[in-house]
């Protein structure tokens, strides 16, 4: 049974989740003008990732990525995949420590940061321990009940925008790429890398549509400018770069009498977290499938929950912002692998599959 649309939904909510805290802040710490080079430069990259993974998936008919790769032998597939399984630690340690912060931070100041942490690891490795089926009907029903507000709030965000901050619209530096290998931007991948490698773990379990999923990449697009835009037509460039999180400070400034909440900020906030939940769950789920790959006699709830004490007992350890920041650094050269070799040995393993299939091989 084709279950493209909660396929489509999980896709759309996962990126959603990751846009709008640290991308605007690195968008536009990239550029002085013309962001939207910088934003159409890192979206074409992604479409043409979902592109080339996705084909090379279509050569595999229900097969997941771990199978694809083991098949190739299992030395390849110790070496493909290691850093892919780093790769999704450092993406749960991050997630959970960096958006426990932004929730403290926001509206739970009181709160403890490993109290917020603790439950962010509960609700997900719960959603993760129920299976992928039951993850993506509850990415299904979060779409429906949750799309509305986040629409809602980005309608209003731009209440208190000057058009005039769009200008000038590009200059010598963003027409000249020059900012591609630059820290701030190679930061921004984080938006774009996060959430796709799952459609190469679900097949077994949750059939979809290539075509479908490439056909609904454009709808992230609105919102990757919505998140860089509002910012800088609210403040300006030179106000909005010196804000940690410039989107939910933008947001903050909009000003609606009859909302049963004091601040657009509340819906937000308990939207992008909601997603953001879905996210870590996901991540978990993929990180879980890996380990009873190598450990076949783990339970599939003792492999959930000894990943949620790892990722706990480090998110511990990080004593600051900063650290964090530093963290989402080292981890932009697992990043870029991710981007570049997964899929492109994916779609390489499948033509050589078509090959040998079309001599009877």
């Not at 993506?136 to 949750?146: D, E, N, S, Y």
């Not at 903050?252 to 879905?278: E, G, H, N, Q």
Request: hydrophobic share 60%; proline share 5%; net charge positive.
């Amino acid at each position: 049974m084709d279950k493209s649309m909660q396929v489509i939904a999980v896709y759309l909510l996962s990126h959603i989740g990751l846009i709008f805290f640290m991308y605007p802040t690195d968008i536009i710490e990239s550029l002085s003008v013309g962001h939207w080079c910088a934003i159409l430069l890192g979206f074409a990259c992604h479409v043409a990732v979902i592109a080339i993974y996705t084909k090379g998936l279509s050569y595999f008919k229900s097969q997941s990525i771990i199978d694809i790769f083991a098949g190739a032998g299992k030395a390849l597939a110790w070496i493909l995949l290691l850093p892919v399984s780093l790769y999704f630690l450092m993406m749960l340690i991050l997630t959970v420590r960096a958006y426990a912060e932004i929730v403290t931070i926001i509206f739970l100041d009181s709160t403890p940061l490993w109290a917020v942490m603790a439950l962010f690891l509960a609700v997900a490795g719960l959603i993760s321990f129920m299976g992928v089926e039951a993850m993506f009907r509850t990415g299904l029903l979060a779409a429906i009940l949750f799309f509305p507000l986040l629409l809602f709030v980005l309608s209003v965000s731009f209440q208190n925008a000057d058009w005039h901050y769009l200008y000038p619209i590009m200059d010598k530096r963003s027409a000249s790429f020059s900012f591609v290998l630059e820290r701030p931007y190679l930061l921004s991948f984080f938006a774009f890398a996060g959430g796709f490698l799952f459609l190469g773990f679900i097949p077994p379990y949750v059939p979809y549509k290539r075509r479908a999923v490439l056909w609904t990449t454009p709808v992230l697009l609105p919102f990757f400018f919505v998140s860089v835009y509002v910012p800088l037509l609210t403040f300006g460039r030179n106000t909005a770069v010196q804000f940690q999180f410039p989107f939910i400070m933008a947001v903050d400034t909009a000003d609606i009498s009859w909302l049963m909440f004091d601040r657009v900020t509340m819906f937000f906030m308990i939207t992008v977290i909601c997603f953001a939940l879905l996210f870590i769950s996901l991540v978990m789920w993929k990180t879980t499938l890996m380990i009873r790959r190598v450990l076949p006699f783990v339970r599939p709830d003792l492999a959930s929950l000894l990943l949620a004490a790892v990722v706990f007992v480090i998110c511990l350890q990080i004593p600051n912002w900063k650290m964090v920041e530093r963290l989402f650094w080292w981890n932009t050269y697992l990043r870029l692998y991710v981007v570049a070799v997964i899929p492109l040995t994916t779609l390489v393993l499948g033509i050589r599959r078509r090959r040998k299939g079309a001599a009877g091989i």
